[in-house]
C-alpha cells in the first residue's frame, strides 16, 4: 500500500506540473479526430475555394466563386501557403486546410504559452493551464459560433481559418514585443513586422487586435521613453502596411477604404446578447484587479481597455465588423483571470498543501468526467482512423460532400455552374465558378443581385420564362440540381432537360448535373 500511495502521489506530481501539456493533448485529441470527420460547414467552404483557386493557379488565381475578373479577399498568405503545401504532397484541398487546422491549434497553443511566460515566468505553466482552460469553458449562453471564437464547441471547426493563424501569429509577436522570446533589438523588429505584414494581409481584424496590442506594450516602465516605443511600434506598422501594399492578389488599401464594409451587416451579431454570453467573465473581472502591481500586466488591462474602445466605436458608427474584437477582449482577460487563479493556487500550496492538493485532485475528477461524455462517443472514430492508418485507407470522411467529388471530371474549372446557393457555396472547391454563395463578397460590386437572382430561378413561383432570363444574364454552362433539398427540381430540369436525359450529364443519389443549351446541338 505504501507503494502505491507513493507512486498515485509521484503521478499526480508529475501530472500538476505538466497540467498544461495533458489539456493541450486532450484538445488535440479533439482536433485532430475532427479533422477526419469531414463535417464542414459554413466559412471552411469558402477557405477551401480560395485554396483551390492558389492550387490551380498561384501565380494568377482566379476568383475562387465567379467567373470575373475580380480580387477575393481572403487570397491571403496563409491560404497560399496551404496551396503550396496540397500541391507538394498531392493531398486534395479539403483534407490539407483540415491538417492545417490541427497545425494553427499547436502554433496557438505553443503561442499562448510563450505569450503568458512573458508575464508569468516560472508560473507559466500552471498559468496557461487555467487560461486555456478558461478560453475553452468559461462562457455564458449561447456563446458565439463565429471564427476568431475559441470555446470548446466551435473550435475544432474554427482552426482551418486564416483567423485561427493569425491570432497564434499575434500571440507570437505580442511575445516578442514582451520579451518572452529573447530576440536581439534589430532582429525583434524585423520578426515583428514579418510578422504583422501576415496577419495584415491574413486576417485584418486581427491585426487590429496585434497593433493596439504592440502599441500598449509601450507603456511598460524601462529606461526608454513611451514616445520612443511608440515611434518605433508605430515605423513598424507603417512598414507592415506598406509590405501589405505591396501583396499582389488583392487590395489591403481597397478593402480597408470600403470594400469590406460589406461584412458590416453579418457582423452586427457581435453586439447582441453580448452580457449573456460572456458574463462569467464579467463576474470573475475582479481578479483581473491584481494586474494592477505588475509592469506587464497592466498592459494587458491597457490592451483590454483599447478593445473596448474599438468594440464601442464598431457599434456607434455603424462599423459592426470591429465588435469582431470581442473575442480577444474575452480571451485576454480569461488569460489574466487564469493567471491569478494559479497565483491563488500557489499561495494555497504554501500555506494548505494538503487542502491544495485536494482541490486539484477534484478539478482532475470533474474535467475527467466531463470528458467522458465527450470521450466515449469518439472512440469508435478513433479506431476506424488508427485501422485506416494501418491498412493504408483514406483517413478522412467525406460524408458531407462525397456527392459532390463527381464534379471534376465533367467540369472545367472556368465552367459557371447554376445550383441553389448552398450548393454553390461548396461547388467551387471541385471545380467551375458560381453565380452567388452564402456570404458576401468584397469587391463584387453585384454580389446581392447575384444572390436575388439566384434564390429567385429556383423559387417555386417562379416560371419557365424568369429562369430564362436568368440564365441568359448569366450564361452558366452548367445546371446542378440538389434533388434532397430542392423540391421543385423535376419542374426545373424538365424545362431545360426536353429529353428527357438528352442534356443529363451525370446523376447520382443527391444531385444531376445537366448541360444547358445541349437542346441546341
Not at 33 to 42: K, P, S
Not at 325 to 345: C, P, R, S, W
Request: net charge positive.
Amino acid at each position: 500500500m505504501p507503494h502505491i500511495r507513493h507512486f498515485a502521489a509521484r503521478l499526480g506530481t508529475i501530472l500538476s506540473q505538466h497540467r498544461y501539456f495533458v489539456l493541450c493533448l486532450f484538445v488535440l485529441y479533439k482536433v485532430a479526430i475532427a479533422a477526419t470527420n469531414g463535417l464542414w460547414y459554413g466559412d471552411f467552404w469558402e477557405h477551401s475555394a480560395v485554396v483551390a483557386a492558389f492550387v490551380a493557379n498561384p501565380l494568377h488565381p482566379s476568383h475562387p466563386f465567379f467567373d470575373l475578373p475580380a480580387p477575393h479577399a481572403f487570397l491571403s498568405p496563409y491560404h497560399l501557403l496551404i496551396a503550396l503545401f496540397a500541391r507538394a504532397t498531392g493531398l486534395d484541398v479539403t483534407n490539407s486546410l483540415a491538417l492545417f487546422g490541427v497545425i494553427n491549434y499547436c502554433l496557438l497553443a505553443w503561442a499562448l504559452f510563450c505569450y503568458i511566460r512573458s508575464f508569468a515566468g516560472n508560473a507559466a505553466s500552471r498559468s496557461s493551464f487555467y487560461a486555456l482552460l478558461f478560453i475553452l469553458f468559461l462562457w455564458g449562453t449561447n456563446p458565439w459560433g463565429h471564427s476568431g471564437f475559441l470555446h470548446f464547441e466551435l473550435i475544432a471547426d474554427v482552426l482551418p481559418y486564416a483567423s485561427s493563424f493569425a491570432t497564434a501569429v499575434s500571440f507570437f509577436a505580442l511575445a516578442i514585443g514582451f520579451g518572452g522570446i529573447r530576440l536581439s533589438t534589430a532582429w525583434r523588429a524585423i520578426a515583428v513586422t514579418v510578422m504583422g505584414t501576415i496577419v495584415l494581409l491574413s486576417h485584418p481584424l486581427t491585426f487590429v487586435f496585434l497593433a493596439t496590442g504592440l502599441f500598449c506594450q509601450c507603456l511598460q516602465p524601462d529606461a526608454k521613453t513611451v514616445a520612443h516605443r511608440a515611434s518605433r511600434v508605430a515605423i513598424a506598422l507603417g512598414v507592415c502596411g506598406a509590405l501589405g501594399a505591396l501583396w499582389p492578389y488583392y487590395s489591403i488599401i481597397d478593402l480597408m477604404a470600403g470594400a469590406g464594409d460589406i461584412y458590416h451587416s453579418s457582423n452586427l451579431i457581435m453586439y447582441v446578447d453580448a452580457l449573456q454570453r460572456i458574463w462569467p467573465v464579467l463576474v470573475l473581472s475582479p481578479l483581473m484587479l491584481g494586474a494592477l502591481r505588475e509592469a506587464r500586466q497592466r498592459t494587458i488591462l491597457c490592451h483590454i481597455a483599447a478593445l473596448v474602445l474599438i468594440y464601442a466605436l464598431g457599434y456607434l458608427s455603424g462599423k459592426y465588423s470591429y465588435g469582431r474584437d470581442i473575442t480577444f477582449i474575452v480571451i485576454l482577460a480569461q488569460i489574466l483571470i487564469g493567471h491569478h487563479v494559479a497565483k491563488m493556487e500557489t499561495r494555497l500550496d504554501a500555506s494548505h498543501p494538503e487542502m491544495a492538493d485536494r482541490l486539484r485532485i477534484l478539478l482532475a475528477a470533474g474535467l475527467l468526467a466531463s470528458a467522458v461524455t465527450w470521450l466515449l462517443p469518439t472512440f469508435t472514430r478513433s479506431m476506424t482512423v488508427i485501422n485506416s492508418l494501418r491498412i493504408g485507407r483514406q483517413v478522412s470522411n467525406q460524408q458531407m460532400y462525397a456527392n459532390l467529388t463527381f464534379l471534376p471530371r465533367f467540369v472545367k474549372p472556368g465552367e459557371v455552374v447554376l445550383s441553389d446557393i448552398e450548393t454553390s457555396w461548396v461547388v467551387p472547391t471541385f471545380s467551375g465558378k458560381v453565380i452567388a454563395g452564402l456570404h458576401a463578397q468584397a469587391f463584387v460590386g453585384d454580389y446581392e443581385k447575384r444572390a436575388l437572382d439566384l434564390n429567385r430561378f429556383f423559387d417555386s413561383k417562379s416560371d419557365d420564362k424568369d429562369r430564362q432570363a436568368i440564365v441568359e444574364s448569366y450564361r452558366p454552362t452548367f445546371l446542378l440540381l440538389d434533388k434532397q433539398d430542392t423540391p421543385n427540381w423535376q419542374t426545373i430540369a424538365a424545362q431545360f432537360d426536353p429529353g428527357p436525359g438528352k442534356c443529363r450529364v451525370f446523376e447520382n443519389a443527391r444531385y444531376q448535373l445537366l448541360r444547358l443549351g445541349c437542346e441546341k446541338h
